[in-house]
């Protein structure tokens, strides 16, 4: 049986620089969904379903990241979603973990905004490759140059433009696609572009002049000129090295580009790759069945302690009812009803392959971070914890619920949701986050999935650090002197709770031979 390829792909981008019109767009041109608007209605469905999570209701918006998976000319793609607030979780850095490669997607009228930085910053660290994807040129927008030079700048890249926008906004008068050298062009009332590109020798094919207005041409034709001399030229290499990126054109909302875009991640990105891992980095091609959990989901229905966890299968072929050992508990679980997550419905898979996504429903036993495996022989590395951002204080309003308060903080420590802090003095445990969104998301789980009241209150504490040493009695030395600001972590591990980022590097400064770590890796 030969397998089809996978592109497993993220796509990141800054709140309402379009991501769900071009998810709809893609799953749609994957034949996915049918009808446009589906992905939008479909998280207003998961919303009302899952009151637990009233923040989605309240602020419109999803906190949980899915997978959607479509087929097209005989590729399958994953495609992961990144939650698109301007708060972070750590789920959506570590869902970049689980990524081949990368959709930028930018607003014409915007250029690259803080979240688009931030979410590249992630995909760098992991030389994630990057298309990027100019949406809205069919409104106003700034000039293709200022854009282009705004992305080789501002992330340090080599830009190479794929296709040409005639004109925006009202004077939009199509995509030139300069390496097929077609026109896809405006049709109709909606101005949308129906699927027909039209093709031309080159950019110097009189044909232009039947199609295009004068002013419109002889820009289309300078413009292209210019850019083609002044960018780097396309090289796949480069791209899949995360040095270069291919930079297309379009509109999502009126169907410019999308198809380019299905075809440059066929053709140009990259297949799974090898995982970091110890002893030895997976390599795809290996038989044994490999993956790691980077994200756990509770409570899809509030009545249901039950929890998908996403693993990222890294080799092997996996089949329903095997057996697959997790690193964190080392105790063999089967895997009798893995899920598959299609557009509209999920399903059961009996077959999952490299670069597929698997849901794995438990009852708390996987946890982010963990490896399973067949034979529990090897582990991946390099699924950070960041050092948290905000410090709170968790007030509880009624001292007989301690029980479950800790059990809520240990499970959201678990999924990754937020992380929790026991201080070696004192009853007054901490939680930390990457953003405040978190915090909210907190409240709300511990009202209504554990009917705990509790408050926050500001820390005495700004950052945390992961400490260790090379000799146990540094490390003893340095907790002795520094008891009041020590803690553990979910996992017992030390950390030194700082005042400020300047007090951590005075400390470290005082205690050369105590290692400070911003991230832990699992
Ligand atoms: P997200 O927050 O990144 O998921 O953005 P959405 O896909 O929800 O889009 C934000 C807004 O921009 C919506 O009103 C969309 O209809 C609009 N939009 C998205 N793509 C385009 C486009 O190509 N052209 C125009 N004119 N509007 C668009």
């Known amino acids: 049986m030969t397998i089809s390829p996978r592109r497993t792909f993220a796509i990141i981008s800054h709140p309402d620089a379009g991501k769900t019109t071009l998810t709809e767009k893609l799953l749609y041109f994957g034949g996915a969904i049918h009808l446009a608007g589906e992905v939008k209605a479909r998280g ?28 097209r000319n005989g590729i399958t793609f994953n495609l992961l979603d990144t939650p698109g607030h301007e708060d972070f979780s750590e789920d959506t850095y570590r869902t970049l973990t689980a990524v081949d490669s990368a959709v930028m997607v930018i607003d014409a009228a915007k250029g690259i905004e803080p979240q688009t930085r931030k979410l590249f910053e992630v995909c760098r660290l992991r030389n994630v490759p990057i298309i990027t994807f100019v949406n809205k040129v069919d409104r106003e927008g700034r000039a293709p140059f200022e854009l282009l030079d705004e992305v080789a700048e501002m992330l340090q890249l080599d830009v190479c433009p794929m296709s040409w926008p005639v004109g925006m906004g ?71 090295a995360g040095n270069l990126t291919p930079v297309y054109f379009g509109s999502a909302l009126k169907d410019f580009g999308v198809a380019e875009l299905i075809g440059a991640l066929a053709d140009y990105a990259p297949e799974p790759r090898p995982q970091p ?97 067949e034979k529990a022989d090897v582990r991946f590395t390099g699924l950070p914890n960041f050092a948290p951002e905000i410090l709170r204080r968790v007030v509880l309003k009624d ?34 986050v990457v953003g405040q969104l978190q915090l909210e998301v907190l409240l709300s789980r511990l009202d209504a999935e554990y009917k705990v009241a509790a408050g926050l209150e500001p820390a005495p504490f700004d950052t945390a650090r992961w400490v260790s040493a090379a000799e146990p009695a540094d490390l003893k030395d340095f907790m002795d002197q520094n008891r009041g600001a020590m803690a553990k972590d979910r996992d017992g591990n030390p950390v030194f709770l700082a005042k400020s980022a300047w007090e951590v590097g005075y400390i470290a400064d005082r205690y050369a031979k105590v290692k400070f770590a911003a991230t832990r890796e699992r």
Not at 299 to 317: E, K, T, Y
Request: glycine residues 10%.
């Open 277 to 373: 891992a110890e002893p030895a980095p997976v390599s795809p091609d290996g038989t044994e069945v490999t993956g790691f959990v980077f994200k756990v989901q509770a409570n899809m229905d509030p009545n249901h302690r039950d929890r998908i966890a996403f693993m990222r299968l890294c080799s092997g072929v996996f089949k329903r009812g095997m057996k697959l050992t997790p690193s964190g508990s080392g105790k063999p679980i089967a895997v009798h009803s893995p899920i598959l997550f299609f557009a509209q419905n999920r399903e059961l898979a009996d077959e999952a392959f490299p670069g597929d996504i698997i849901g794995i429903p438990n009852h708390g036993t996987l946890r982010v971070g963990d490896t399973l495996s």
């Open 399 to 432: 001292f007989a619920k301690t029980k479950q308060l800790r059990k809520a903080l240990d499970d959201m420590a678990e999924e990754g949701v937020t992380q929790v802090f026991y201080p070696d003095i004192g009853s007054n445990w901490i939680i930390g």
């Open 44 to 71: 207003a469905n998961r919303r009302a379903r899952s009151d637990w999570m009233k923040i989605e209701q309240q602020r419109g918006i999803s906190v949980t990241s899915s997978v959607m998976t479509f087929e």
């Open 170 to 240: 009202g004077e939009f008068e199509g995509v030139y696609d300069l390496y097929a050298n077609t026109l896809s062009r405006p049709e109709g009332d909606s101005r949308e572009y129906l699927g027909k590109p039209i093709p031309f020798t080159d950019l110097n094919d009189p044909k232009l002049a039947d199609i295009l207005t004068p002013d419109g041409l002889e820009k289309l034709v300078e413009e292209a000129e210019l850019a083609q001399g002044g960018y780097a030229a396309f090289d796949a290499e480069s791209y899949r």
